[in-house]
């Protein structure tokens, strides 16, 4: 690879510090970069030394082994650049620049489409020949479609589609990559992956964290917003998409889209039918005491945003029709945990009557460790024709294998021109007509309290069919 350069904007950021230094750290160290000019950008009046230290004194914190020798390295690879999001100051960043370039905005996301027009402005996002110019953006892509599509065309007016990378981490995680490989490389799994055999899919990210210090962003966003949205819908097309005849990452954006587009329409007059809101109150979370949202630094005293959110969805394709897909996340709940559970139908008549058959579960463990288990029945001990449930449980790494973090397969992927896993417009556009109708219908009243530690509000039940039942969390 020829020598490229990497621009964070937001250089000074919570996710710069927290989740990119850190990946970008492991990359260099793995040799992998060993080409890469990384810029920091900030509005921050650092120099160079300023955010060397800041960079410095956050890797120490946040890498388990770090070397003082690694970090000499690497931090030759950095430089600073302090300005704001303006044309005018963004073009003191050109003669640092190498002919091709990745700018990542590491920004608030109402930042977004002022800096995909600044920097396009800057005239930084024109290609010449094989030299390219992208842009990675975080998550949310807007906050309700009408929103996305005003982004859509804000970075449009100097960004080529091919050009833009969006992000979603999730789908950089292993657990996430392994879906597909799992469905479509076993022979056991392949034939009964539909309707005929499977009665549900649960699909959970709970975590046992607040707003920490997100109060802004994550009070203007909520669960809904902030995981559903995004996170969770994407986990589901990769549960449900179809075959790919080849691997290439349009055709796998297509059928992901043609999911979504296969999601029954959903409608605000009915929200409370598929959708439930909660919002936490003081608990204990770990041990520890918890208080109201309401009252955490930063969120106002009668804010009505959602910390959990639970849909229901339903598939009207012929793989799908029928089974619903569950899916729920939110803040202080009573474990860090997610999964991917999906049920089987219990075996009609396989006994003789009277015993006991658990339907079978195969459940994607991405939280707090990765796995898989199949929960299954087998004959319990004993001189009598009883069962009982059983687990066969399988760790997704094997000691010594490398557990690569979603972004350091991201960066690389972008970095290498790998568009499969950053999601396309149309997929946030699919995303956006599910989730509009419970944003439209939750803009008045409140969300239903729980206490925090607990395994979310009691209505979360109301959208369930079939005498389905929420997975425990404990
Ligand atoms: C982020 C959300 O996108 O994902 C956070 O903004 C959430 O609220 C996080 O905590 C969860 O991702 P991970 O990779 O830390 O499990």
Redesign the pocket.
Same mark, same amino acid.
């Given at each position: 690879m020829s020598r490229l350069s990497l621009v964070i904007l937001g250089a000074s950021g919570d996710l710069t510090k927290r989740l990119l230094m850190p990946s970008l750290f492991r990359l260099h160290r793995l040799g992998l970069i060993p080409d890469l000019n990384i810029i920091g950008y900030s509005i921050d009046k650092w120099d160079r030394d300023a955010f060397l230290k800041h960079i410095h004194d956050s890797l120490a914190e946040f890498i388990a082994d770090f070397k003082e020798t690694e970090w000499t390295a690497f931090s030759e690879h950095l430089d600073f650049v302090s300005g704001t999001l303006e044309a005018d100051a963004l073009r003191a960043l050109e003669s640092k620049l190498t002919p091709s370039a990745l700018f990542y905005l590491a920004l608030p996301p109402t930042l977004f489409g002022q800096a995909a027009q600044a920097i396009g402005e800057a005239g930084l996002s024109e290609e010449n020949g094989d030299d390219w110019r992208r842009i990675l953006i975080?998550?949310p892509f807007g906050t309700d479609l009408e929103s996305a599509k005003v982004l859509r065309e804000q970075v449009h007016s100097h960004w080529d589609e091919a050009q833009v990378y969006r992000i +979603? $981490?999730?789908l950089g995680?292993e657990a996430t990559q392994n879906l597909m490989i799992f469905r479509f490389a076993n022979r056991v799994l392949a034939p009964v992956w539909n309707a005929e055999h499977i009665e549900q899919v649960q699909i959970t990210?709970a975590?046992t /964290?607040g707003?920490?210090n997100?109060a802004v962003?994550?009070d203007h966003?909520g669960?809904m917003r +902030?995981?559903l949205q995004? $996170?969770l819908v994407q986990l589901l097309t990769l549960t449900a998409i179809e075959p790919l005849g080849r691997w290439d990452g349009e055709i796998l954006r297509d059928h992901k889209v043609e999911v979504l587009k296969s999601v029954r329409p959903t409608d605000d007059m009915n929200a409370n039918d598929w959708a439930v809101r909660g919002q936490y109150c003081a608990g204990m979370v770990e041990g520890e005491t918890a208080v109201d949202y309401c009252n955490e630094p930063g969120i106002p005293m009668d804010t009505n945003t959602e910390t959990f959110a639970a849909l229901r969805i339903e598939i009207d394709n012929w793989r799908w029709k029928g089974v619903p897909f569950y899916l729920r996340s939110g803040?202080r709940l009573a474990n860090?945990y #997610?999964e991917i559970a999906v049920q089987f139908k219990a075996p009609a008549g396989a006994l003789p009557g009277g015993i006991e058959v658990d339907n079978n579960w195969l459940v994607f463990r /991405?939280?707090p460790t990765m796995g898989m288990d199949m929960h299954m029945t087998a004959k319990l001990p004993g001189m009598h024709l009883n069962t009982h449930g059983i687990t066969l449980t399988a760790p997704y790494t094997q000691p010594g294998q490398y557990e690569v973090s #979603?972004y350091e397969q991201l960066l690389i992927d972008a970095l290498h021109g790998e568009r499969a896993h950053f999601l396309r417009f149309d997929e946030v556009e699919w995303a956006w007509r599910i989730i509009d109708p419970a944003l439209k219908a939750w803009q008045k009243g409140m969300p239903d309290l729980y206490k925090a530690g607990t395994q979310g509000p009691d209505t979360q039940s109301r959208i369930m069919r079939n005498g389905h039942q929420w997975r425990s969390l404990f």
């Open positions: 975080e998550k +979603d $981490h999730f995680k990210y975590e /964290l707003v920490e997100r962003y994550y966003s669960a +902030d995981m995004n $996170h803040k860090n #997610a /991405l939280a #979603a």
